[in-house]
């Protein structure tokens, strides 16, 4: 039977050695490169053109997600699988927005990750077990679509800085980009956690995206 052809992008050596010995040892899959930087991984995509790219999201110079859409742009039909630490489901949809095909944790067992690798040869979107229950959730529940019970009123000076503090600027960037006070910027963002009911960044930046702030 032909195997899966399969390249390995993480900045993790051992990482990437443990990674060849599970998936080699099943017979079906063969790891033909490795890439330790996003850059590597575009250029041995490019050459090879494997079956299926195992990409870590945390990689330095480019990272994983924008090299996962670079690699799409110049071959739309390549497949790529994000392994990665990072939980937060803003990862999950960053990976999808730019072309992803599946997304899977780290943490998870190793027949999840070759269930993954098979899916997406097939064709197939794969999405970790722990976090689809969340794509269920946003499916009944789309962008634009929040109850009103749902709905918050943020003062105009609130949203704004909801909507800086999604986009990931820290406090004293805020500040200077709002011309206020570090201080205000704060306290600011501890009413909009009270009226939101949440001490979660993450909570707040879904918040943001469901409004349509970002």
Do not use: C, W
């Not at 924008?66 to 110049?74: T, V």
């Not at 499916?139 to 800085?161: F, M, Q, Y």
């Not at 709002?178 to 939101?196: A, D, M, P, Q, Y």
């Amino acid at each position: 039977m032909e195997k899966i052809t399969v390249v390995l992008v993480d900045d993790h050596q051992v990482i990437r050695k443990g990674l060849r010995l599970v998936l080699e040892d099943k017979g079906d899959i063969e790891v033909v490169a490795e890439a330790s930087t996003g850059e590597e991984a575009i250029e041995v995509a490019t050459r090879l053109f494997p079956d299926v790219i195992i990409m870590d999201l945390s990689l330095p110079g480019i990272n994983g997600i924008e090299a996962i859409k670079k690699i799409k742009e110049l071959n739309p039909q390549q497949r790529i699988l994000a392994l990665t630490m990072h939980e937060d489901v803003l990862f999950l949809e960053k990976v999808l927005s730019a072309g992803g095909n599946g997304f899977v944790l780290k943490r998870a067992a190793d027949e999840e990750l070759l269930a993954a690798i098979k899916a997406v040869y097939r064709g197939e979107v794969y999405i970790d077990t722990g976090l689809q229950r969340y794509l269920v959730t946003r499916a009944l529940n789309p962008v634009g679509s929040v109850k009103t019970r749902d709905l918050v009123e943020l003062t105009p000076r609130e949203t704004e800085i909801l909507r800086l503090v999604a986009l990931g600027y820290s406090n004293q960037e805020i500040a200077e980009k709002l011309i206020i006070s570090v201080k205000t910027v704060e306290n600011h963002k501890t009413r909009i956690k009270e009226k939101l009911g949440t001490t979660s960044r993450s909570k707040l930046v879904r918040y943001a995206m469901e409004q349509g702030l970002i």
